[in-house]
């Protein structure tokens, strides 16, 4: 005898409710970032275009706190980078493209509020046997 058959449930249609607009502000206190017009305004009117030359796994580093001057994005990346946090890891945790991140880092840059540290490449550091024979080479003497 064969076990019984399970019969699926499906699920009732629930009537369609829809879904009060969010808040300009996306309910969390910040000013959304998908607007073009207002990434302008974040980077600033500088015509000068230079740019530091940062990778997305470049280490940024806060030197000094953000002065009152500073822009509310300035501000929270001075107060995200604390500890050192990847380009790529600050421009996700602001919500901002990558593009305008590595504006605002040089603006930082040029006023010594951050740092900029290349990350640790693994073919740089020294090889696991040379140490090795290093250490046993000490223990000898």
């Known amino acids: 005898m064969s076990p019984p058959q399970r019969r699926r449930r499906t699920p009732r249609a629930a009537p369609r409710q829809e879904k009060p607009a969010p808040p300009p502000d996306g309910g969390n206190g910040q000013v959304p970032t998908r607007d073009p017009e207002r990434l302008y305004v974040v980077t600033g009117q500088t015509g000068d275009g230079d740019r530091a030359e940062l990778d997305l796994v470049t280490l940024i580093v806060t030197c000094a706190d953000a002065p009152p001057s500073a822009q509310p994005e300035q501000s929270a990346l001075l107060r995200l ?15 901002l493209p990558f593009s305008v991140v590595t504006v605002l880092l040089t603006e930082l840059l040029t006023a010594e509020l951050v740092q900029a540290r290349a990350p640790v490449v693994r073919a740089e550091l020294p090889d696991r046997s040379l140490l090795e024979a290093v250490m046993h080479g000490l223990q000898k003497l």
């Open 81 to 95: 980078c604390r500890a050192p946090m990847s380009v790529a890891e600050v421009s996700a945790y602001l919500h």
